[in-house]
Nanobody, 126 residues
Framework: QVQLQESGGGLVQAGASLRLSCAASGRSFGVNAMAWFRQAPGKERDFVAAISWSGLRTYYADFVKGRFTISRDNAVNTVYLQMNSLKPEDTAVYYC???????????????????WGQGTQVTVSS
């Protein structure tokens, strides 16, 4: 079993930046692809970004390209989401997810990820 713990959320003004972290632990954590999803109130969970275990492959939702960057540090089992130029529509609970494989051919699908964190709230005011 893999445990995931997100942190770094908060309340910021439009145009600000935040960096989310996702710390992974557990005996089953190894060469896992990771991803960030988000869910706004009353809406479905949306894909944000994914990264392969090596970090060489990344994939982004169109609405965050150029603003968000996903990265990872396997030495400390942590994945990051750097969010710049935040907009009010970025307000959501952000979830970290882990895939059992090193990469997925469909990284944008929530069903590809077996383990999920509890989420961290990001609120962007206008």
């Amino acid at each position: 079993q893999v445990q995931l713990q997100e942190s770094g959320g908060g309340l910021v003004q439009a145009g600000a930046s935040l960096r989310l972290s996702c710390a992974a632990s557990g005996r089953s954590f190894g060469v896992n692809a990771m991803a960030w999803f988000r869910q706004a109130p009353g809406k479905e969970r949306d894909f944000v970004a994914a990264i392969s275990w090596s970090g060489l492959r990344t994939y982004y939702a169109d609405f965050v390209k150029g603003r968000f960057t996903i990265s990872r540090d396997n030495a400390v089992n942590t994945v990051y989401l750097q969010m710049n130029s935040l907009k009010p529509e970025d307000t959501a609970v952000y979830y970290c997810a882990a895939n059992q494989a090193s990469w997925s051919s469909r990284p944008h699908l929530a069903s590809e990820y077996e383990n999920w964190g509890q989420g961290t709230q990001v609120t962007v005011s206008s």
